[in-house]
T-cell receptor, first 109, second 114 residues
Framework: SQELEQSPQSLIVQEGKNLTINCTSS?????LYWYKQKYGEGLIFLMM?????EEKSHEKITAKLDEKKQQSSLHITASQPSHAGIYLCGADNGNKLVFGAGTILRVKS | NAGVTQTPKFRVLKTGQSMTLLCAQDMNHEYMYWYRQDPGMGLRLIHYSVGEGTTAKGEVPDGYNVSRLKKQNFLLGLESAAPSQTSVYFC?????????????FGPGTRLTVL
């Protein structure tokens, strides 16, 4: 079965700093989703990547899928307190998605 | 569109009690899912459905049952609640099984079993 490993498990950054979260798959990724979860709330869809080398951006968040389609990264530029939360990657696995354990992001102002 | 809604938002049960969690979606999605989220363990799939009248087991199905009598609704039942079922439960729906079909989540139900 497919497994996703996220790193780091958690991080604290100063407001205005850049950061990167990684998601590594045990198998080739055919669809990789990034979600954000605020504490006590549901998951909000951020971006979906499908093609090797693909890169997508939304506001200050950029997600990339490597050429071999086994690793994805999420990069936040000039972090803000509104970026705080839990970021999860999910991989398409046939009829369902499998998820990583999540990365907890705290932004100090 | 309300998207995916879940009822109730919070619930406290005593060991051995039963309850049903309701998930509803208004996007005409074929696929629906129930997950549980526990600290340090991410999201784990309990059961899912690929269409009205169908259900399938996920990663952690024991102690739970589901029904999909109507396309827009997916019910999760706990017949005899146990403290190990204390968790946050999320419902999700998806148009279909294509890798480009985004999965949308409900706001969650926080369940405590005493």
């Amino acid at each position: 079965s497919q497994e996703l490993e996220q790193s780091p498990q958690s991080l604290i950054v100063q407001e205005g700093k850049n950061l990167t979260i990684n998601c590594t798959s045990s198998k080739t990724l055919y669809g990789l989703y990034w979600y954000k979860q605020k504490y006590g709330e549901g998951l909000i869809f951020l971006m979906m990547l499908q093609k090797g080398g693909e890169e997508k951006s939304h506001e200050k968040i950029t997600a990339k899928l490597d050429e071999k389609k086994q690793q994805s990264s999420l990069h936040i530029t000039a972090s803000q307190p509104s970026h705080a939360g839990i970021y999860l990657c999910g991989a398409d696995n046939g009829n369902k998605l499998v998820f990583g354990a999540g990365t907890i992001l705290r932004v100090k102002s | 569109n309300a998207g995916v809604t879940q009822t109730p938002k919070f619930r406290v049960l005593k060991t051995g009690q039963s309850m049903t969690l309701l998930c509803a979606q208004d996007m005409n999605h074929e696929y629906m899912y129930w997950y549980r989220q526990d600290p340090g363990m991410g999201l784990r799939l309990i059961h899912y459905s690929v269409g009205e009248g169908t259900t399938a087991k996920g990663e952690v199905p024991d102690g739970y049952n589901v029904s999909r009598l109507k396309k827009q609704n997916f019910l999760l039942g706990l017949e005899s609640a146990a403290p190990s079922q204390t968790s946050v439960y999320f419902c999700a729906s998806r148009r279909g099984g294509l890798s480009t079909d985004t999965q949308y989540f409900g706001p969650g139900t926080r369940l405590t079993v005493l």
